[in-house]
């Protein structure tokens, strides 16, 4: 058994600063976990894209006075 859960690495992994630290952080998961950790992360920056977005809606309403 592992110390790090797949949902440990993907969170670790997503909060690197470059797409090549992430590649590279990923190669060094398990390769029992490497299919959970890629689905955590799709969701991760699916989730971040999606707030991102409402953020980006919410300022162009305020802009319009709306």
């Given at each position: 058994?592992?110390?790090i859960r797949p949902r440990e690495h993907a969170s670790l992994i997503?909060?690197?600063?470059?797409?090549?630290?992430?590649?590279?952080?990923?190669?060094?998961?398990?390769?029992?976990?490497?299919?959970?950790?890629?689905?955590?992360?799709?969701?991760?920056?699916?989730?971040?894209?999606?707030?991102?977005?409402?953020?980006?809606?919410?300022?162009?309403?305020?802009?319009?006075?709306?």
């Amino acid at each position: 058994m592992y110390a790090i859960r797949p949902r440990e690495h993907a969170s670790l992994i997503a909060n690197l600063p470059t797409l090549e630290e992430r590649q590279a952080a990923l190669e060094l998961v398990p390769d029992e976990y490497v299919s959970m950790v890629k689905t955590h992360l799709r969701l991760i920056f699916m989730l971040r894209r999606a707030a991102r977005l409402k953020e980006q809606s919410n300022r162009s309403r305020k802009a319009w006075g709306k």
